[in-house]
């Protein structure tokens, strides 16, 4: 093969190539086959799909457990307790009304009579981050971050269907942003994202 030949061959295999690896982050993105999946669709910190599912053939959704007692919380002495404390009761409705509104289903705490999904979801973060940090530095500074791990069930079988992890931060508002405000802004994020799981499938 002369040089002009290998020049040619070399110009024709990088191209294709550079053809094939874009089309396989395409098929990885929002992918709905068994895997586990880090920053799945450019949403979720991270998804892992046991068993892919019809969510046509499903009626309703239940989100029949949230669990908070794991979580850390500030130092009693520390004037980000009390905000902390009252957010533990109103993250769970905060999540339930993202994933209302943004879901295809209806949304309930118990399974029905219906073809229903479960979820279950921990709450493994509530980081009340810093409202002087968020009012003088901005920029993100002193963020608010909630994480949640949790999973998806087929309430007949009680079978696990999908795993998920996803954290939230926000760092806007008025004057730094009050807590309450910010801690049910992320979790209604929190709640929107995995209503987009849902709806993949």
């Known amino acids: 093969m002369n040089a002009r030949n290998i020049v040619l061959f070399c110009l024709v295999a990088g191209n294709l190539v550079l053809g094939v ?7 990885t993105k929002g992918a709905t086959t068994p895997g586990t999946y880090q920053d799945w669709n450019g949403d979720i910190d991270e998804v892992t799909i046991l068993q892919p599912f019809n969510a046509a053939s499903y009626s309703a959704i239940a989100v029949e457990s949230f669990d908070t007692a794991g979580v ?7 004037n980000t307790y009390g905000p902390v404390r009252t957010a533990l009761g ?3 409705p905060a999540f339930m009304a993202g994933l209302a509104q943004k879901a295809q289903r209806k949304i309930g705490v118990k399974a029905g009579a219906e ?5 279950r979801a921990r709450l493994s973060k509530l980081d009340p981050g810093s409202r002087a940090a968020r009012y003088w530095a901005g920029f993100g500074a002193g963020a608010v971050k909630i994480e949640m791990t949790g999973e998806i069930l087929d309430a007949s079988s009680k079978k696990t269907l999908v795993r998920f992890r996803q954290e939230r ?3 806007f508002g008025a004057f730094g942003g009050g807590y309450d405000e910010l801690f049910t802004r992320t979790a209604r994020q929190i709640g929107e994202d995995v209503a987009g799981l849902l709806n993949a499938f």
Do not use: E, G, M, Y
């Open 169 to 171: 931060r926000s760092a």
């Open 115 to 119: 073809r229903t999904l479960i979820i």
């Open 21 to 27: 690896v874009p089309n396989a982050s395409a098929r």
């Open 90 to 92: 109103t993250i769970k």
């Open 72 to 78: 850390p919380l500030p130092n009693p002495k520390d």
